[in-house]
């Protein structure tokens, strides 16, 4: 589903938690410092473009790696199953999921992995954190 651009425009600049989203001043600041800084680094240095072949006689320039190590500070300690905040989404248990199942689905496969983890670190005497 495609956002019209004031859409656009209105969500990103307001102050939004739900499990699909969580958007805030400092995000909103980080990512603005963090363009920034790119911006002003492949400037100075020059050493931002690669060229892949769109067409035959077509060429586009691509950063292979632009904010693709990025991560907001504020979801650095956030569980996210399926594209969904979990913690959000306890705190705001009515709030609909597009995807029921594939989140009951992810939830269960974490938890089987987290199972397993805990019994391979008890079965060869390792501390857990």
């Known amino acids: 589903q495609w956002l019209s651009t004031q859409s656009t425009g209105k969500m990103l600049n307001?102050?939004?938690q739900n499990p699909y989203f969580l958007w805030d001043g400092?995000?909103?600041?980080?990512?603005?410092?963090?363009?920034?800084?790119?911006?002003?680094?492949?400037i100075r240095t020059g050493n931002h473009v690669?060229?892949?072949?769109?067409?035959?006689?077509?060429?586009?320039?691509l950063d292979a790696s632009y904010g693709g190590e990025f991560?907001?500070?504020?979801?650095?300690?956030?569980l996210?199953?399926?594209?969904?905040f979990v913690r959000l989404y306890n705190e705001q248990p009515s709030y609909t999921l597009k995807e029921p199942r594939k989140f009951c689905t992810d939830l269960l496969s974490f938890l089987g992995d987290?199972?397993?983890?805990?019994i391979y670190t008890m079965c060869v005497g390792f501390e857990t954190p």
Do not use: C, D
């Open 14 to 16: 307001s102050n939004i």
């Open 26 to 42: 400092s995000t909103r600041g980080e990512l603005v410092k963090y363009l920034e800084e790119q911006s002003e680094s492949k």
């Open 50 to 61: 690669i060229q892949t072949p769109l067409q035959e006689s077509e060429l586009i320039n």
């Open 71 to 78: 991560v907001f500070s504020a979801h650095k300690e956030e």
């Open 80 to 84: 996210i199953l399926g594209h969904i």
């Open 114 to 118: 987290q199972a397993q983890y805990q």
